[in-house]
């Protein structure tokens, strides 16, 4: 009962995130264009922190070394299935839509996806551990802010008004919750399967980081700017890993 309280305590907050799109009204799309840089630097960091500190080593505890590593290549191989058919149906639909009209339900429909995933991995990672599970959702929310940003300019773009957008934004956060029954279902049946679950989370975090995050570093960016975005990196693993430390006392 109580990593069922933690978790649903864990997912609301990071479905308030998705409120984020408030801040619009204090700072202009430009701001927050030329700060994003940074704030995906951050989060690459905590979620490659994520992993490999405290997903990985409770995966190998849990599984063994051998199943950890497949599961974890399963998880990233998943990823990029589901990413790569977004990605198909949202450019197969240029040629009977207007692409402007149609962006941001296909935003929408992505982060459906992204947010039920998110849901599931909490929700396995407080099964495991409260302090693992606090260590998750720091860095899922560092991970959220610049995602639920960059969407909600998405969808003032493709011609949503700033309530709309926020609520819409909102009503996707939900999928969180449905996160969360799936993997307490999936428990219910069967305890053991959470030893699969957190390793293919561990996958994960590691290409979102990895595969989504990092590359959208590698723009023209200078030297003065790359040793900012390592440092930040560098800062988002310094974080989880003192939030482990916090949790674990």
Not at 82 to 101: G, P, R, T
Not at 114 to 128: K, N, R
């Amino acid at each position: 009962m109580g990593a069922l309280i933690y978790t649903l305590l864990a997912v609301t907050a990071v479905s308030l995130i998705s409120l984020i799109g408030i801040l619009s009204l204090f700072f202009t799309q430009r701001f927050v264009k030329n700060i994003s840089h940074y704030l995906i630097a951050l989060s690459a960091g905590a979620l490659l922190g994520a992993a490999f500190l405290d997903l990985l080593p409770e995966s190998v505890e849990g599984a063994g070394l051998e199943l950890s590593m497949i599961y974890i290549l399963g998880g990233i191989l998943v990823f990029f299935f589901i990413e790569k058919i977004l990605a198909w149906h949202h450019c197969h639909h240029d040629e009977h839509y207007n692409h402007h009209k149609v962006l941001p339900y296909m935003i929408l429909y992505g982060d459906i996806i992204h947010t039920f995933i998110d849901g599931v991995i909490i929700a396995t990672a407080f099964l495991v551990d409260t302090a693992l599970g606090v260590v998750t959702t720091i860095a899922i929310i560092m991970h959220e802010v610049p995602h639920e940003i960059s969407d909600f300019f998405v969808l003032i773009y493709g011609g949503f008004s700033r309530a709309k957008a926020l609520f819409y934004n909102f009503l996707v956060a939900m999928t969180h919750f449905v996160g969360v029954a799936a993997v307490y279902l999936v428990y219910s049946q069967s305890q053991n399967s959470i030893v699969y679950l957190l390793p293919i989370a561990t996958g994960a975090f590691l290409y979102v980081a990895m595969a989504d995050l990092m590359p959208e570093l590698h723009g023209k960016a200078n030297l003065k700017q790359t040793v900012v975005q390592l440092a930040l990196m560098i800062f988002g693993v310094l974080i989880v890993n003192y939030a482990a430390g916090l949790a674990h006392i």
